[in-house]
């Protein structure tokens, strides 16, 4: 790597950091008064302990080679040999393997007993994401296969999105739901998470490229079109729909396409993200209603933004992707080829499958040893003062 | 004596208390508070879902005043808080049987 390309890097390993904390603020905003600091917690905490099993353990799961193209090994477990510009790799994933978790603490907002999230991201980040990267991302069948996934639409948004299902299959509803009204306590909040993340992606996405170079360019140009043309489809929908434009949709708009993006970002140009991203806007703006038809409570809309728009991604990327652009993939629909888009689809079905399979048995697990749930006092009075003993807004 | 308790939009709150002080009123008490009327509440879209939202914002306003004092205390608070619309509030009148200031121990109307 040349001086440049690693100092895009390294500055791009800041910027999907800095993405955490803008998640943080994102769903801190949407919940109520009594519950932000736990949310806010289970977000930044994470950040603390993905550190740890990444760097222990999850690096040389995902990236040591693969076991049955399934599994890497434990040849790179504590980073043994991992130094230079594949240190630099490590470090770009770990901040991948943070957020992915974190992306999960939206759904089960307002009554998971703190320790068991604990419990829950550790064991998943090193048993879940570490499988999930290998297939998607390393040496693992998916990849070798021939799917692709530019950023983290199969890995990330997809993984994170079907065991947000899955947790919350096991964990229940929060009391009251969907009867009594639950709303975002401080969308300004939200908007400062939003501007955060979508800062943050373009580290996220431009520095999937490796490098300072017209990869990179093209990744960041399409994230920026996928995310203001999510903004549009959302706001136009539920204009449509509802009659008035909400600054939650556009703010939720935005990160739908910026989640949709990801997969493609870097093998599709700027004219085929216009559609990528509008098509998530409206797509996700349907989606976030499914949790009232079918009664689960995903909280934040973890399944209905980050599932519906990672599947979508994954799957338009086989639709638009360019070989001309990115030799690195096969050609999409548009040009007439389905061999593609038929790698995308299994891609798409195995993480579907493997994670809904692997979160269900480890929130089963946790539910029989700590137990899931916070207890139902704890849990109407407000898990900030119940769980961590402060309080968000102290106006007295 | 009595008391003045006023139901009113928040954002009317500064013309109530100008239009209070203009006949004389040298107190209140505010409170933030949450009720319900005809208006019987709002409803907010999040993400296109509807939520009923029961309990409104309004500001709760008492005033202490002499009796002859009453009927223009009313009478200002009736005109400043009036938009027209539903949710505009209500006015109560209580009475009060003794009112002491603390600091120099006057009672009944001196210390009003």
Known sequence: MSAGDIAWVLVACALVLFMTPGLALFYGGMVRTKNVLNMLMMNVLTIAIVTVVWTLIGYSLAFDGSFGQVIGGLGKVGLNGVEGEELLFFAFQLMFAIITPALISGAVAGRMKFSAWVAFSTLWAIIVYPIAANWGFGDGWLFTWGARDFAGGLVIHINAGIAALAIVKVLGPRKGFPDEPMRPHSLPLTLIGTGILWFGWFGFNAGSAFGANDLAINALVTTQIGASLGMLGWVIAEWRKTGKPTLLGAASGAVAGLVAITPAAGFVGPLPAFAIGFAAGLVCFWAVSLKHRFGYDDSLDVVGIHLVGGILGSLLTGVFASNALNGDVGNGLVYGETAFFVKQLVGVLAILAFSYAASWVLAKVVDATIGLRADENDEITGLDLTLHDERAYITE | ?112
């Open chain 2, 1 to 112: 004596m009595k008391l003045v308790i006023a139901y009113i939009k928040p954002y009317k709150l500064d013309a109530v208390k100008d239009a209070l002080a203009e006949v004389g009123v040298t107190g209140m008490t505010v409170t933030d508070v949450r009720g319900f009327g005809r208006q019987s509440g709002q409803t907010e879209v999040y993400r296109g879902a509807e939520y009923k939202v029961d309990f409104v914002a309004k500001s709760k306003v008492e005033v202490l005043v002499d009796d002859p004092a009453v009927g223009g205390v009313v009478d200002a608070i009736e005109s400043a808080a009036r938009t027209g619309d539903i949710g505009d509030g209500k006015v109560a009148v209580l009475g009060v049987e003794d009112v002491v200031r603390i600091r120099t121990g006057e009672r009944g109307a001196d210390a009003v």
